[in-house]
């Protein structure tokens, strides 16, 4: 577990960066960071059965303004890792990954919000040099803002994987739920969740629908396809 513990808190770092700060290449998405945590500990296909079942939910997320949301991208980078670690799954052992994930991302949006009030700490102590449209003080602030976030998302990734990991197999141990009602159960809600989202646009804006239809049927003949 140790050995995994580096290169899974600075993909965590690069994710949780990649959320709000930079670049933004949707590295962040569930099934993107899930997946890559799956590939460091040697099986990426289960990383993306835990990024998919976090995608469902976090598709409900809209990260826009000063709005309070969760932080997926380290989130599912822990939720990912803690699955693709067992090379055969046992039961509930996905149930208690986004269970896990779910609460380090709720965790995650709550340090987003406390770094925010630190940049703008930050920034009004240099208030003159921001006034006067210094370009060092600029670009000092925004580096010192991404510096942290940085450092924010390995924090997180590290710690939280320091204590999913080993309580994992602790209570799939004393697991009595069958797998495939663990699994369907877990379908289940995060398929609702994924709906209620996709219904608020979809009933408010036609063209959505339609741009909603023809994602589908794509997606559709891409698997009948594959």
């Not at 993306?48 to 309070?68: D, N, Q």
């Not at 009004?124 to 003080?137: E, I, M, N, S």
Request: glycine share 12%.
């Amino acid at each position: 577990m140790l050995g995994d513990l580096l290169p899974i808190a600075l993909l965590g770092g690069v994710c949780g960066l990649d959320t709000v700060s930079f670049p933004q290449a949707m590295l962040a998405r569930p099934l993107v960071a899930a997946t890559l945590a799956g590939m460091l500990v040697g099986h990426p296909e289960h990383g993306v059965f835990a990024g998919a079942a976090l995608e469902l939910v976090a598709l409900e997320t809209l990260p826009v303004g000063a709005s309070r949301y969760p932080e997926w991208g380290s989130a599912a980078v822990i939720g990912g890792a803690i699955f693709a670690a067992q090379a055969t799954p046992h039961l509930g052992s996905l149930t208690v990954a986004v269970l896990g994930s779910l609460f380090i991302a709720w965790l995650g949006g709550w340090s987003m919000v406390k770094l925010r009030q630190r940049n703008a700490a930050w920034a009004a102590r240099h208030r003159g040099g921001l006034d006067a449209g210094a370009r060092g003080t600029v670009i000092g602030l925004q580096l010192a803002g991404l510096t942290a976030d940085l450092l924010r998302g390995v924090l997180l990734t590290a710690a939280g994987y320091l204590v999913l990991a080993p309580l994992e197999p602790a209570v799939v141990a004393r697991w009595s739920m069958s797998e495939l009602s663990s699994r369907a159960v877990l379908v289940a809600v995060a398929a609702a969740v994924a709906f209620g989202a996709i219904w608020k646009m979809l009933h408010t804006t036609k063209a959505t629908r339609w741009i909603f239809l023809v994602g589908l049927v794509a997606g559709l003949l891409s698997v009948a396809a594959a």
